[in-house]
């Protein structure tokens, strides 16, 4: 019975237009290089990102995925363009958001549980509400007992978890994710892809997901957004129509095959230009 | 399913140090007494005279006998005054190389313009300035203060400079993303990250505060260790010296250990922290 709600659920989620949540119109990004020469790290970007949505950008190193996601962020000013958060400018860090990057970033000298509320600290909440809190997004991460290790007491992956309950402390309804599981052996890697879809499955964010990966990008979202390098572009947006919940075994149907391949020509392609 | 492999590498890391620590415990003592013996040896081979080089039974007399308080040579007053030297200098020195490390830190153009001028600074001999400063500052406790805070001053800004500006990118970026204020990012993130660079530097300075308390004894002064140094000198007390060199060591090490102690408090997490024991 649970198993055809979510279902249900989940297919309602899919097949309704979702209202964006984050609009992108024609982003450009250009840097002064040190040497004085300007690269184009965003060309004419068009996003729109609808709300709860899992969004993969996928592309080649350099083609600008960071540089697109710390715009949306508020956290670089771009050149020209728009970018719209629930209809309004971003114009600097909005507490909408919540950041994973590839590396944990932890703070050493902070147990696990300090960690994870550092955003309370900051956003200045109630503290033992925020202890509650905190506790529970370690028990979500499948970390709930490790709250009074410190972060070098933990493993490469447990770390990233620990991140990932950091970010969703202050209740963002954005979650940016920028190669969260590039530094994790394939294996970690998998349970982490399982676990953030359980996560995003429960909790119901907008995800925006950075990967080199065209397995992962597949495995986890709604759609990808396939970028191009030099200059950075979208090459295509591609919308996976695969079904939810997916476990691994996903991978192994001649639906992702076939969506794997063309992402790959597609990237193939990118590059070789 | 991993926390096991927590437990199980925390046990592994104690037994790991009990096996390490036992050898120390016995090869430390054994050292000492290899060098005394050694020491001891030298003299009867070489019929080296006691003005040269006293024998380690003749030192530690003088050691003990400056130890009473009644000998006429006892070295409290000496102690007290240069301890008094060498902490407050150190404090003053560290604090303010540690507030203009936060000044130059936050405002670039400060940093830009000073720059130049803290290079050149430091690459003179500090302890050359002495002369100098006992004409300005004269005979008393007044000159040592200044010459130990000149040479504390120097490695703490340095360091402090390296160490408010290390901050990793990502870090910096989750508290940005946050909006947290200046005060919070430097509270929360800037201070604590600089905190291994901060003791590096004083750590440093220690050893150099003591060293300058000294010559500056050595140079004018009516009490104080460098000053009974000296005086021994004069009427070639050699093993009264040696006497005076043993308390220096035994003041450097306790302050050291102190040292030590607040860094392990306050700097357990980093890297370079748990690498080194
Ligand atoms: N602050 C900056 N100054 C100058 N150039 C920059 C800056 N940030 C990014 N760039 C350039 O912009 C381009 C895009 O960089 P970005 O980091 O967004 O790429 P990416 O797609 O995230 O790459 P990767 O997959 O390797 O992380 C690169 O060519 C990079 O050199
Ligand atoms: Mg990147």
Known sequence: ??????????????LSVREPIIEVRNLDQRFKTTSGSTVVALDNVNVSIGDTEFLAVLGPSGCGKSTLMQIMAGLVKQT????????????????????VFQRPALFPWRLVVDNVMLS??????????????????LELVGLGDSGKLYP???????????SIARALMHDPEILFMDEPFGALDALTRETMGLELLRIWEMKRKTVVFITHSVTEALFLADRVLVMSARPGRVAEDFKVNLPRPRDLDVMSTPGFSEAAGHLRHLLGATIGE | MEKPLVVTTQK???????????PDYFLIPAVFVAFIVVWDL????????????????AVWQNFISGLNPESPLNYYAHILSTLYEVL??????AIVGIILALMLSQIPLLERVFKPFIVAFQSIPKIAIAPLIIIWFGFGAGSKIALVILIVFFPVLVNGLSGFKSVEPERLAVMRSLGASQWKIFSKLVLPGSLPFLFAGLEVALVQAMTAAIVAEFLAGRQGLGVLIIQMEQVLNTGGIF??????????????MILNLIRKKLVFWSDAERSRK
């Open chain 2, 12 to 22: 592994k890391s104690t037994d790991m140090k009990l096996r390490r620590m036992r």
């Open chain 1, 152 to 162: 070098y007491e933990l493993s490469g992956g447990m770390q990233q978890r620990v």
């Open chain 1, 120 to 137: 309370a600290e900051v956003l200045g909440m109630e503290r033992s509400q925020a202890k509650v809190r905190a506790q529970e997004l």
């Open chain 2, 42 to 57: 030298f003299i009867t081979f070489f019929d080296i005279r006691s003005v040269i080089l006293p024998r380690p039974l």
């Open chain 2, 88 to 93: 407050s200098g150190y404090v003053i020195g």
């Open chain 1, 80 to 99: 020209s363009g728009q970018v719209q958060l629930k209809g309004k400018n971003v114009k600097g860090p909005n507490r909408d958001i919540g950041i």
């Open chain 2, 243 to 256: 006497g005076v060199l043993t308390v220096l060591a035994i003041l450097g090490w306790l302050l050291t």
């Open chain 1, 1 to 14: 019975m649970t198993t055809y709600a979510l279902n249900s659920n989940v297919l309602e989620k899919t």
